[in-house]
Protein backbone atom coordinates (compact mmCIF):
# COMPACT_ATOMS: atom_id res chain seq x y z
CA UNK A 1 0.00 0.00 0.00
CA UNK A 2 2.97 2.46 0.50
CA UNK A 3 3.93 2.43 -2.72
CA UNK A 4 0.68 3.00 -4.40
CA UNK A 5 0.57 6.00 -2.31
CA UNK A 6 3.82 6.98 -3.19
CA UNK A 7 3.22 6.49 -6.69
CA UNK A 8 0.51 8.65 -6.71
CA UNK A 9 2.20 11.61 -4.85
CA UNK A 10 5.05 11.08 -7.22
CA UNK A 11 3.02 11.74 -10.16
CA UNK A 12 0.49 13.95 -8.99
CA UNK A 13 1.70 16.87 -11.09
CA UNK A 14 1.46 14.31 -14.42
CA UNK A 15 -1.94 13.28 -13.36
CA UNK A 16 -2.82 16.60 -13.27
CA UNK A 17 -1.05 17.42 -16.96
CA UNK A 18 -3.14 14.46 -18.46
CA UNK A 19 -6.57 15.57 -16.88
CA UNK A 20 -6.21 18.88 -18.66
CA UNK A 21 -5.90 17.01 -22.12
CA UNK A 22 -9.29 15.16 -20.75
CA UNK A 23 -10.38 18.48 -19.90
CA UNK A 24 -9.73 19.92 -23.57
CA UNK A 25 -12.14 17.79 -25.48
CA UNK A 26 -15.44 19.82 -25.66
CA UNK A 27 -17.48 16.43 -24.84
CA UNK A 28 -21.17 18.43 -24.75
CA UNK A 29 -23.47 15.74 -25.36
CA UNK A 30 -26.17 18.10 -26.26
CA UNK A 31 -25.10 19.25 -28.99
CA UNK A 32 -24.59 17.74 -32.81
CA UNK A 33 -22.03 19.97 -33.79
CA UNK A 34 -19.93 17.80 -30.46
CA UNK A 35 -20.02 14.43 -31.91
CA UNK A 36 -16.43 14.43 -32.99
CA UNK A 37 -15.61 15.60 -29.71
CA UNK A 38 -17.70 13.38 -27.91
CA UNK A 39 -16.13 10.26 -30.20
CA UNK A 40 -12.84 11.25 -29.51
CA UNK A 41 -12.76 11.89 -26.03
CA UNK A 42 -13.91 8.06 -25.68
CA UNK A 43 -10.79 7.08 -27.48
CA UNK A 44 -8.87 9.45 -24.40
CA UNK A 45 -10.55 7.38 -22.14
CA UNK A 46 -9.71 3.95 -23.29
CA UNK A 47 -6.46 4.78 -23.80
CA UNK A 48 -6.09 5.81 -20.36
CA UNK A 49 -7.88 2.73 -19.07
CA UNK A 50 -5.53 0.73 -21.53
CA UNK A 51 -2.55 2.63 -20.22
CA UNK A 52 -3.77 2.52 -16.56
CA UNK A 53 -3.08 -1.25 -17.15
CA UNK A 54 -6.89 -2.69 -17.27
CA UNK A 55 -7.82 -5.46 -19.34
CA UNK A 56 -10.25 -6.04 -22.28
CA UNK A 57 -10.85 -2.05 -22.95
CA UNK A 58 -13.70 -1.78 -25.14
CA UNK A 59 -15.15 1.69 -26.62
CA UNK A 60 -19.39 -0.11 -27.13
CA UNK A 61 -21.26 1.75 -30.08
CA UNK A 62 -24.78 2.61 -29.04
CA UNK A 63 -27.67 4.43 -31.25
CA UNK A 64 -26.10 7.73 -29.11
CA UNK A 65 -22.86 8.02 -27.89
CA UNK A 66 -20.25 5.61 -26.99
CA UNK A 67 -19.89 4.00 -23.69
CA UNK A 68 -16.48 2.62 -22.97
CA UNK A 69 -15.80 -0.33 -20.85
CA UNK A 70 -12.69 -2.30 -19.32
CA UNK A 71 -12.18 -4.68 -16.48
CA UNK A 72 -9.82 -6.72 -14.58
CA UNK A 73 -10.55 -9.84 -13.19
CA UNK A 74 -7.35 -10.91 -11.81
CA UNK A 75 -8.32 -11.70 -7.80
CA UNK A 76 -10.57 -15.11 -7.73
CA UNK A 77 -12.70 -15.03 -4.92
CA UNK A 78 -12.35 -11.33 -3.36
CA UNK A 79 -15.44 -8.96 -4.77
CA UNK A 80 -16.04 -7.23 -8.21
CA UNK A 81 -16.48 -3.06 -8.19
CA UNK A 82 -17.64 -1.43 -10.40
CA UNK A 83 -16.78 2.02 -11.21
CA UNK A 84 -19.31 4.71 -13.21
CA UNK A 85 -18.86 7.75 -14.29
CA UNK A 86 -19.26 9.75 -17.66
CA UNK A 87 -16.90 11.71 -19.97
CA UNK A 88 -19.72 13.81 -21.17
CA UNK A 89 -20.56 17.84 -19.87
CA UNK A 90 -22.50 20.44 -20.19
CA UNK A 91 -23.10 23.10 -23.02
CA UNK A 92 -20.91 26.62 -21.82
CA UNK A 93 -23.66 29.07 -22.23
CA UNK A 94 -23.27 31.99 -21.29
CA UNK A 95 -19.73 31.94 -22.40
CA UNK A 96 -19.02 35.87 -22.14
CA UNK A 97 -19.11 34.89 -17.47
CA UNK A 98 -16.22 32.63 -18.12
CA UNK A 99 -13.04 33.84 -16.69
CA UNK A 100 -11.08 31.50 -18.98
CA UNK A 101 -12.38 30.34 -22.34
CA UNK A 102 -14.01 27.29 -20.40
CA UNK A 103 -12.27 23.77 -22.87
CA UNK A 104 -8.76 25.65 -21.86
CA UNK A 105 -8.04 24.57 -17.88
CA UNK A 106 -6.54 26.90 -15.82
CA UNK A 107 -4.77 26.39 -12.65
CA UNK A 108 -5.37 29.08 -9.93
CA UNK A 109 -6.05 29.04 -6.30
CA UNK A 110 -4.97 25.01 -5.98
CA UNK A 111 -7.86 24.27 -8.19
CA UNK A 112 -8.42 23.72 -11.76
CA UNK A 113 -10.83 26.12 -13.92
CA UNK A 114 -12.87 24.72 -17.16
CA UNK A 115 -15.69 22.89 -18.15
CA UNK A 116 -16.01 19.31 -17.22
CA UNK A 117 -13.36 19.75 -14.08
CA UNK A 118 -15.53 18.54 -11.63
CA UNK A 119 -18.60 17.56 -13.34
CA UNK A 120 -17.47 14.48 -14.33
CA UNK A 121 -13.96 14.22 -15.82
CA UNK A 122 -12.02 14.86 -12.31
CA UNK A 123 -14.01 12.60 -10.56
CA UNK A 124 -13.90 10.13 -12.88
CA UNK A 125 -10.15 10.46 -13.51
CA UNK A 126 -9.54 9.75 -9.54
CA UNK A 127 -10.14 5.88 -10.16
CA UNK A 128 -8.77 5.82 -13.86
CA UNK A 129 -5.72 6.85 -11.80
CA UNK A 130 -5.68 5.06 -8.29
CA UNK A 131 -5.89 1.46 -10.48
CA UNK A 132 -2.73 3.10 -12.69
CA UNK A 133 -1.29 3.51 -9.13
CA UNK A 134 -1.64 -0.29 -7.94
CA UNK A 135 -1.19 -1.69 -11.30
CA UNK A 136 1.88 0.20 -11.85
CA UNK A 137 3.35 -0.61 -8.36
CA UNK A 138 2.47 -3.98 -7.34
CA UNK A 139 1.06 -5.32 -10.45
CA UNK A 140 -2.13 -6.08 -9.17
CA UNK A 141 -4.99 -4.97 -7.23
CA UNK A 142 -6.59 -6.17 -4.05
CA UNK A 143 -10.25 -6.91 -5.77
CA UNK A 144 -11.81 -7.01 -9.14
CA UNK A 145 -12.59 -3.77 -11.14
CA UNK A 146 -14.80 -2.96 -14.08
CA UNK A 147 -15.51 0.56 -15.48
CA UNK A 148 -18.04 1.79 -17.37
CA UNK A 149 -18.13 5.47 -18.61
CA UNK A 150 -20.72 6.73 -20.63
CA UNK A 151 -21.12 9.89 -22.95
CA UNK A 152 -24.52 10.71 -22.52
CA UNK A 153 -24.91 11.21 -18.63
CA UNK A 154 -26.01 14.85 -19.29
CA UNK A 155 -28.79 14.30 -21.65
CA UNK A 156 -30.48 11.35 -19.33
CA UNK A 157 -28.28 8.13 -19.80
CA UNK A 158 -30.90 6.81 -21.86
CA UNK A 159 -28.37 4.38 -23.90
CA UNK A 160 -27.24 3.38 -21.12
CA UNK A 161 -30.36 2.04 -19.52
CA UNK A 162 -30.86 -0.32 -22.42
CA UNK A 163 -27.20 -1.74 -21.95
CA UNK A 164 -27.84 -1.96 -18.29
CA UNK A 165 -30.72 -3.86 -19.18
CA UNK A 166 -29.05 -6.13 -22.05
CA UNK A 167 -25.97 -6.79 -20.11
CA UNK A 168 -25.86 -7.79 -16.39
CA UNK A 169 -23.69 -10.81 -16.85
CA UNK A 170 -20.70 -8.56 -18.12
CA UNK A 171 -21.41 -6.15 -15.31
CA UNK A 172 -22.22 -8.07 -12.81
CA UNK A 173 -20.66 -6.96 -9.32
CA UNK A 174 -20.67 -6.38 -5.72
CA UNK A 175 -20.73 -2.54 -5.48
CA UNK A 176 -21.31 0.37 -8.12
CA UNK A 177 -18.88 2.82 -7.00
CA UNK A 178 -20.27 6.61 -8.35
CA UNK A 179 -17.97 9.81 -7.70
CA UNK A 180 -20.30 12.64 -9.29
CA UNK A 181 -21.92 13.76 -6.43
CA UNK A 182 -20.53 16.98 -3.75
CA UNK A 183 -18.80 16.63 -0.34
CA UNK A 184 -20.85 18.19 2.46
CA UNK A 185 -18.09 21.20 3.20
CA UNK A 186 -14.69 21.82 2.05
CA UNK A 187 -11.86 19.08 3.68
CA UNK A 188 -15.23 16.92 5.26
CA UNK A 189 -14.85 13.66 3.90
CA UNK A 190 -18.58 12.70 3.00
CA UNK A 191 -20.97 9.63 2.14
CA UNK A 192 -23.98 10.27 0.39
CA UNK A 193 -26.62 7.62 0.88
CA UNK A 194 -29.43 9.52 -1.19
CA UNK A 195 -30.41 11.32 -4.56
CA UNK A 196 -33.49 12.77 -5.51
CA UNK A 197 -34.88 12.08 -8.88
CA UNK A 198 -36.00 14.04 -11.70
CA UNK A 199 -38.48 15.00 -14.18
CA UNK A 200 -37.53 17.40 -16.88
CA UNK A 201 -40.45 19.11 -18.63
CA UNK A 202 -40.67 21.41 -21.51
CA UNK A 203 -43.48 23.93 -22.28
CA UNK A 204 -44.35 25.52 -25.58
CA UNK A 205 -46.78 27.99 -26.05
CA UNK A 206 -48.34 29.22 -29.43
CA UNK A 207 -50.30 32.52 -29.88
CA UNK A 208 -50.54 33.64 -33.19
CA UNK A 209 -49.16 32.16 -36.36
CA UNK A 210 -46.91 34.54 -36.97
CA UNK A 211 -44.81 37.28 -34.93
CA UNK A 212 -46.62 40.66 -34.59
CA UNK A 213 -46.33 44.01 -34.07
CA UNK A 214 -47.21 45.06 -30.53
CA UNK A 215 -48.18 48.39 -30.68
CA UNK A 216 -50.91 47.21 -33.92
CA UNK A 217 -51.94 44.00 -32.19
CA UNK A 218 -51.60 44.24 -28.56
CA UNK A 219 -54.20 44.26 -25.85
CA UNK A 220 -56.24 42.34 -28.78
CA UNK A 221 -54.09 39.28 -29.34
CA UNK A 222 -52.60 37.14 -26.75
CA UNK A 223 -49.37 37.29 -25.90
CA UNK A 224 -47.57 33.94 -25.81
CA UNK A 225 -44.46 35.25 -23.17
CA UNK A 226 -46.96 37.18 -21.47
CA UNK A 227 -49.22 34.18 -20.69
CA UNK A 228 -46.42 31.09 -19.99
CA UNK A 229 -45.21 33.68 -17.41
CA UNK A 230 -48.89 33.39 -16.07
CA UNK A 231 -48.81 29.43 -15.92
CA UNK A 232 -45.12 28.98 -14.20
CA UNK A 233 -46.41 31.72 -11.33
CA UNK A 234 -48.74 29.59 -10.67
CA UNK A 235 -46.88 26.55 -10.28
CA UNK A 236 -45.89 27.44 -6.90
CA UNK A 237 -47.66 28.81 -4.17
CA UNK A 238 -46.12 32.22 -1.53
CA UNK A 239 -45.12 28.94 0.76
CA UNK A 240 -42.77 27.25 -1.79
CA UNK A 241 -45.21 24.52 -1.59
CA UNK A 242 -45.87 22.90 -5.45
CA UNK A 243 -49.48 23.65 -6.71
CA UNK A 244 -49.38 20.62 -8.74
CA UNK A 245 -52.69 18.32 -7.34
CA UNK A 246 -51.36 15.19 -6.08
CA UNK A 247 -47.98 16.05 -6.75
CA UNK A 248 -47.15 15.52 -2.81
CA UNK A 249 -49.43 12.10 -2.62
CA UNK A 250 -46.39 9.60 -2.81
CA UNK A 251 -43.74 11.58 -0.96
CA UNK A 252 -42.25 9.88 2.04
CA UNK A 253 -41.69 12.80 4.77
CA UNK A 254 -38.22 13.11 6.41
CA UNK A 255 -37.77 10.52 9.43
CA UNK A 256 -37.03 12.28 13.13
CA UNK A 257 -33.92 10.46 12.71
CA UNK A 258 -32.69 12.09 9.30
CA UNK A 259 -33.97 15.43 10.24
CA UNK A 260 -31.89 15.15 13.55
CA UNK A 261 -29.12 14.29 10.65
CA UNK A 262 -29.62 17.60 9.61
CA UNK A 263 -29.50 19.45 12.35
CA UNK A 264 -25.83 17.63 13.28
CA UNK A 265 -24.43 18.93 10.26
CA UNK A 266 -24.90 22.56 11.45
CA UNK A 267 -25.48 24.02 8.02
CA UNK A 268 -25.09 27.95 7.81
CA UNK A 269 -27.26 29.99 5.78
CA UNK A 270 -25.19 33.11 5.61
CA UNK A 271 -22.15 31.01 4.57
CA UNK A 272 -24.55 30.13 1.56
CA UNK A 273 -25.71 34.01 1.14
CA UNK A 274 -22.19 35.20 1.51
CA UNK A 275 -21.33 32.64 -1.23
CA UNK A 276 -23.34 33.44 -4.20
CA UNK A 277 -24.06 36.90 -3.14
CA UNK A 278 -27.98 37.13 -2.26
CA UNK A 279 -29.81 38.54 0.31
CA UNK A 280 -32.27 36.37 1.58
CA UNK A 281 -32.79 32.44 0.78
CA UNK A 282 -36.52 30.98 -0.14
CA UNK A 283 -38.28 27.53 -0.42
CA UNK A 284 -40.78 25.44 0.95
CA UNK A 285 -41.44 26.52 4.68
CA UNK A 286 -41.32 24.17 7.33
CA UNK A 287 -37.95 22.95 6.29
CA UNK A 288 -34.80 24.18 6.91
CA UNK A 289 -32.41 25.08 3.99
CA UNK A 290 -30.93 21.93 3.56
CA UNK A 291 -33.42 19.87 3.71
CA UNK A 292 -35.34 21.61 1.10
CA UNK A 293 -32.17 21.51 -1.16
CA UNK A 294 -31.45 17.74 -0.29
CA UNK A 295 -34.55 16.42 1.29
CA UNK A 296 -37.69 17.61 -0.17
CA UNK A 297 -38.96 17.73 -4.08
CA UNK A 298 -38.65 21.01 -5.68
CA UNK A 299 -39.99 22.79 -9.04
CA UNK A 300 -37.68 25.35 -10.91
CA UNK A 301 -37.43 27.19 -14.61
CA UNK A 302 -34.64 26.77 -16.41
CA UNK A 303 -35.00 28.43 -19.17
CA UNK A 304 -37.59 30.81 -20.75
CA UNK A 305 -37.15 31.50 -24.81
CA UNK A 306 -39.45 33.95 -26.79
CA UNK A 307 -39.48 36.94 -28.87
CA UNK A 308 -36.79 39.21 -29.44
CA UNK A 309 -33.79 38.77 -27.42
CA UNK A 310 -31.31 40.77 -29.07
CA UNK A 311 -29.48 44.06 -28.00
CA UNK A 312 -31.52 47.00 -28.86
CA UNK A 313 -35.07 47.36 -28.82
CA UNK A 314 -38.00 45.05 -31.80
CA UNK A 315 -41.61 45.92 -30.46
CA UNK A 316 -43.27 42.28 -31.26
CA UNK A 317 -45.96 40.38 -30.17
CA UNK A 318 -44.46 36.36 -30.82
CA UNK A 319 -46.04 33.86 -32.05
CA UNK A 320 -44.53 31.29 -29.72
CA UNK A 321 -42.81 30.72 -26.35
CA UNK A 322 -40.89 27.90 -24.36
CA UNK A 323 -39.89 26.98 -21.19
CA UNK A 324 -37.72 24.60 -19.50
CA UNK A 325 -38.88 23.25 -16.09
CA UNK A 326 -37.01 20.57 -13.36
CA UNK A 327 -38.51 19.10 -10.45
CA UNK A 328 -36.26 17.17 -8.20
CA UNK A 329 -38.00 14.08 -6.82
CA UNK A 330 -37.42 12.45 -3.81
CA UNK A 331 -38.92 8.68 -2.43
CA UNK A 332 -40.90 7.56 -3.81
CA UNK A 333 -42.11 10.08 -6.17
CA UNK A 334 -42.36 8.50 -9.77
CA UNK A 335 -41.50 10.59 -12.86
CA UNK A 336 -43.56 9.35 -15.60
CA UNK A 337 -47.07 9.83 -12.75
CA UNK A 338 -45.16 13.54 -11.94
CA UNK A 339 -45.11 13.90 -15.38
CA UNK A 340 -48.52 13.21 -15.97
CA UNK A 341 -50.01 15.45 -13.23
CA UNK A 342 -47.75 18.08 -14.62
CA UNK A 343 -48.63 17.99 -17.82
CA UNK A 344 -52.53 18.06 -17.22
CA UNK A 345 -52.29 20.33 -14.64
CA UNK A 346 -50.17 23.02 -16.89
CA UNK A 347 -53.15 22.34 -19.53
CA UNK A 348 -55.68 23.10 -17.07
CA UNK A 349 -53.98 26.93 -16.41
CA UNK A 350 -53.53 27.55 -20.42
CA UNK A 351 -56.53 30.29 -21.69
CA UNK A 352 -58.09 29.12 -25.17
CA UNK A 353 -56.17 31.84 -26.57
CA UNK A 354 -53.32 30.28 -26.84
CA UNK A 355 -51.96 26.67 -27.80
CA UNK A 356 -49.61 24.48 -25.11
CA UNK A 357 -47.24 21.15 -25.68
CA UNK A 358 -45.64 19.81 -23.34
CA UNK A 359 -42.93 17.45 -23.63
CA UNK A 360 -41.53 15.20 -21.01
CA UNK A 361 -37.49 15.21 -22.18
CA UNK A 362 -35.93 13.45 -19.78
CA UNK A 363 -36.47 11.77 -15.74
CA UNK A 364 -35.06 9.61 -13.05
CA UNK A 365 -36.20 8.01 -9.76
CA UNK A 366 -35.09 9.27 -6.51
CA UNK A 367 -33.31 6.47 -4.19
CA UNK A 368 -31.89 6.12 -0.92
CA UNK A 369 -29.51 3.82 0.48
CA UNK A 370 -28.88 1.76 3.65
CA UNK A 371 -26.29 2.98 5.74
CA UNK A 372 -25.60 -0.55 7.20
CA UNK A 373 -24.19 -1.74 3.62
CA UNK A 374 -20.51 -3.19 3.73
CA UNK A 375 -19.72 -0.83 0.55
CA UNK A 376 -20.94 1.52 2.37
CA UNK A 377 -19.17 0.81 5.41
CA UNK A 378 -16.20 0.74 3.54
CA UNK A 379 -16.01 3.87 1.64
CA UNK A 380 -16.61 5.54 4.71
CA UNK A 381 -13.47 3.84 6.32
CA UNK A 382 -11.52 4.84 3.02
CA UNK A 383 -12.34 8.79 3.05
CA UNK A 384 -12.17 8.86 6.89
CA UNK A 385 -8.50 8.11 6.47
CA UNK A 386 -7.63 10.04 3.18
CA UNK A 387 -8.93 13.14 4.75
CA UNK A 388 -7.80 12.13 8.09
CA UNK A 389 -11.57 13.21 9.63
CA UNK A 390 -14.98 11.41 10.79
CA UNK A 391 -17.25 10.58 7.46
CA UNK A 392 -20.67 12.39 7.64
CA UNK A 393 -23.74 10.86 5.75
CA UNK A 394 -25.74 13.39 3.53
CA UNK A 395 -28.61 13.24 1.20
CA UNK A 396 -27.42 14.87 -2.23
CA UNK A 397 -30.18 17.49 -3.78
CA UNK A 398 -28.97 17.00 -7.43
CA UNK A 399 -29.93 13.38 -9.09
CA UNK A 400 -27.86 10.56 -11.49
CA UNK A 401 -31.11 8.76 -13.13
CA UNK A 402 -28.48 5.95 -13.76
CA UNK A 403 -28.12 4.89 -9.97
CA UNK A 404 -31.19 3.69 -9.62
CA UNK A 405 -30.73 1.26 -12.84
CA UNK A 406 -27.51 0.41 -11.50
CA UNK A 407 -29.10 -0.40 -8.15
CA UNK A 408 -32.59 -3.07 -9.92
CA UNK A 409 -30.25 -4.27 -12.89
CA UNK A 410 -27.54 -5.33 -11.02
CA UNK A 411 -28.80 -6.17 -7.49
CA UNK A 412 -25.97 -4.43 -6.20
CA UNK A 413 -25.25 -1.41 -3.48
CA UNK A 414 -24.30 1.57 -5.19
CA UNK A 415 -21.52 3.62 -3.39
CA UNK A 416 -21.53 7.35 -3.80
CA UNK A 417 -18.21 8.66 -2.98
CA UNK A 418 -17.95 12.49 -4.20
CA UNK A 419 -15.50 14.81 -4.25
CA UNK A 420 -16.79 18.16 -5.53
CA UNK A 421 -18.19 20.90 -3.85
CA UNK A 422 -21.55 22.92 -4.33
CA UNK A 423 -19.41 25.67 -5.09
CA UNK A 424 -17.33 24.36 -7.81
CA UNK A 425 -19.73 25.83 -10.31
CA UNK A 426 -20.97 22.60 -12.13
CA UNK A 427 -23.19 23.58 -15.05
CA UNK A 428 -23.03 27.38 -14.62
CA UNK A 429 -19.90 29.27 -15.61
CA UNK A 430 -16.02 29.24 -14.39
CA UNK A 431 -16.58 25.29 -13.12
CA UNK A 432 -13.63 24.16 -10.77
CA UNK A 433 -12.13 21.28 -8.87
CA UNK A 434 -9.75 21.47 -6.07
CA UNK A 435 -6.69 19.64 -6.48
CA UNK A 436 -6.48 18.78 -3.25
CA UNK A 437 -9.62 16.98 -3.20
CA UNK A 438 -8.34 15.43 -6.81
CA UNK A 439 -4.81 13.67 -4.93
CA UNK A 440 -7.40 12.79 -1.76
CA UNK A 441 -9.65 11.31 -3.94
CA UNK A 442 -7.07 8.85 -5.69
CA UNK A 443 -6.05 7.92 -1.78
CA UNK A 444 -9.93 7.47 -0.89
CA UNK A 445 -10.10 5.08 -4.22
CA UNK A 446 -6.80 2.79 -2.88
CA UNK A 447 -8.20 3.15 0.39
CA UNK A 448 -11.68 1.95 -0.23
CA UNK A 449 -10.36 -0.64 -2.61
CA UNK A 450 -8.48 -2.09 0.41
CA UNK A 451 -11.44 -1.98 2.56
CA UNK A 452 -13.87 -3.90 0.43
CA UNK A 453 -11.45 -6.56 -0.85
CA UNK A 454 -11.65 -7.80 2.94
Not at 7 to 15: A, L, P, S, T
Not at 301 to 328: D, H, Q, W, Y
Not at 329 to 337: C, I
Request: with cysteine.
Amino acid sequence: MEQVVKYIKDNRERYIEELKDYIRIPSISTLKSNIPDIKKCSKFVADNLKNAGMKKVKIIPTAGHPLVYAEWMGAPGKPTVLVYGHYDVQPVDPVELWKNPPFEPVIKSGKIWARGADDNKGQNFIHIKSVEAYLKTTGKLPLNVKFLIEGEEEIGSENLELFLKKNKKLLKCDSVLISDTSMYAPGIPTINYGLRGLCYMEIEVTGPDRDLHSGSFGGGIANPINELAKIISKLQNSDGKITIPGFYKDVIKLSPIERANYKKLKYSDKALMKEFNVKELQGEKGYTTLERMSGRPTLDCNGIVGGFIEEGAKTVLPSKASAKISMRLVPDQDPKTISKLFTKYVKSLAPKSIKVEIKDLHGGFPIVMSLDDKAITAASKAVSKAFGKKTVFTREGGSIPIVVDFAKQLNAPVVLMGFGLETDNIHSPNEHFNLKNFELGMLSSVYFFEEFSK
